[in-house]
């Protein structure tokens, strides 16, 4: 009776911690395939790129030849960009890596069971069994600067 007894509470305990495992599959988004802009534009020329349907947009990696290389507010639409001037009387090849972040909240029906809120820190402000899952994707824009 032992026997049976260890393996049925080890694999009872296993089951419970997977279920409030931080790297759990319902936590995770999947990540678009990055995306590549090639562009091109004459010297002290501005391109402007419009990302209303993209979230928390940065600079990842910035431009190496530029007077601007910033995302701002439209101040027109109100929507996201990112804008880009070389700097003066640059020709030549330039490249910048913008990320996009989306952070969702998801839910479970009386959370699983689980009194951590799978952020690591171990309390229960979740309650109601939400989580928050991220997903980052990323944008090269390929400059080529000539006339």
Known sequence: MRKMLFPTGLLSVLVLLQSCSKESQSDMLVAPSPKIINVKIVPNGT??????NLYDVRVYKQATHYKTSQTETD??????VYKYIPASDFTGEDEVIL??????MTSSPGGGGCNSDHMGNGSSSNS????MASSTSYITVKL???N
């Not at 391109?47 to 209303?52: A, E, F, G, Q």
């Not at 101040?75 to 996201?80: A, F, Q």
């Not at 990320?99 to 969702?104: D, F, G, M, Q, Y």
């Not at 109601?128 to 989580?131: E, F, I, N, V």
Request: avoid cysteine.
């Open 128 to 131: 109601g069994g939400s989580t």
């Open 99 to 104: 990320s996009s972040t989306k952070t969702v």
């Open 47 to 52: 391109y402007v790129l419009n990302l209303d």
């Open 144 to 146: 080529s600067i000539s």
């Open 75 to 80: 101040l027109k639409s109100g929507l996201p």
